[in-house]
Every structure is written in C-alpha cells, then in structure tokens.
C-alpha cells in the first residue's frame, strides 16, 4: 500500500515540476509613440536578465514592443489596446553572459491595459501599459508570461504622442519538455497496476 501512494504523489508532483523555470527581465528608458492607433516602443535598453545586472552606462540588449490599436477608454484617461497585429523583442548583446541575438520573440495575447497611475490634473503624468505575451525563445521554446511597463510624460508630451519608459517588468514561464508529463501519466498507470495486484493477490 506505502508504494502506490508514494508512486501516485510522485505523478502528481512530476506535472506541476514541469512548469518551474522562469525568466525575469527589466528594461529602462527609451521612448514610446502613443496614438490610437497603438502604443510603439522605440528601443528600451535591457537592465538586468535572470540575475544578470548591467552595470552603470551600459545594458544588456534592448526590448522592443507594440500594441494594436485602442478599443477602449482614452489615451488620456487610459483604456484597453488590443493584441491584434502587436509584438514584443527581447535582445541581447551576449557581452555579460545574456544570450547574444533575438531571445524572445512573440507578442501580446489577450486585452492590454492602459493605466493612469498619477493623480489627474497632474503636469507630470505616469501610466503602466500591462498584459500577457506569448512567443518563442531563443532555444526553440514557447514561453508565456506578463510584462509591465510604467511611463512618464507632460501633457504637452502626451498631446504629441510622446512618453518615455521609467520600468519595465517581464516574466516569462518555460514549460519543461513533455517526457515529465508522460511520465508522471506512466507513474500512475504503474500505480494502477500494484494496487490491482495487491488487491488480487
């Protein structure tokens, strides 16, 4: 009896196991066109990938993104942008032990949110620019996760389309390989088969 129970909380564990690696990323500066048309980053500089940290006056490699166009709300008020026709890039420049080349390309999935996170009526205003990407990393792999991306502007900035990144946060969730899936399925089917064996017997 001891052994079926261990081997089933073993295929239980195995699945959940699968979906333990993660990528963390921050990016700094660059500036941002905002119309309704969407929200375009021109180049924000990598600051710091998986424990890696540019030091100062230098980076990592560079995150670009765009949004689809604006569905809902106002782009002084904030509202919802859609993933339609978006993307999301991560680059590095392999100098500081970050992969060299394009690490992740993918866009966003699902409704992207338009902040306003300052007081309004503010002269300096500040916004996130939140939702979910999806793409492939550089290994071959798909990856799933957020990003979050705080602005600052003026309202004479703003009513030219112009903001600039303040932080951005991105974390991505890498599924192991099937084989630990099918595994853990394989450890319950073996299970199945020692109790019925036990029982039997």
Same mark, same amino acid.
């Given at each position: +009896? ?10 239980? %564990?195995?699945?959940? %196991? ?15 066109? #905002? !119309?309704?048309?969407? #929200? ?21 490699? /560079?995150? !670009? ?52 996170? /300052? ?8 916004? /996130? ?6 793409? +492939?990393?550089?290994?071959?792999? +798909? ?5 979050? @991306? ?9 009513? @030219? ?17 099937? !084989? ?22």
């Amino acid at each position: +009896m001891r052994r079926v129970v261990v081997l089933a909380l073993l295929a239980m %564990a195995l699945p959940i %196991a699968a979906w333990a690696d993660n990528i963390n990323f921050t990016n700094q500066y660059g500036s941002i066109s #905002i !119309t309704a048309l969407g #929200i375009t980053s021109t180049r924000s500089e990598l600051t710091s990938f998986n424990g890696l940290t540019a030091t100062k006056g230098h980076d990592l490699g /560079s995150v !670009t993104f765009s949004t689809g166009a604006l569905t809902s709300g106002s782009l002084r008020w904030g509202g919802t942008f859609s993933a339609t026709g978006s993307t999301f890039v991560l680059k590095g420049i392999g100098n500081w032990g970050e992969p060299k080349g394009t690490i992740f390309s993918g866009s966003f999935i699902g409704p992207i949110t338009w902040t306003l996170t /300052s007081a309004p009526g503010k002269k300096n205003l500040t916004y /996130s620019l939140t939702g979910e990407i999806r793409g +492939m990393l550089y290994t071959g792999r +798909m990856a799933t996760g957020t990003t979050t @991306q705080n602005f600052f502007t003026t309202n004479g900035q703003l009513a @030219q389309g112009i903001s600039h990144i303040r932080l951005g946060n991105t974390t991505l969730t890498v599924p192991e390989p099937g !084989t630990l899936g099918l595994l853990g399925t394989g450890l319950v089917g073996i299970a199945g088969m020692f109790r019925r064996k036990l029982i039997g017997g």
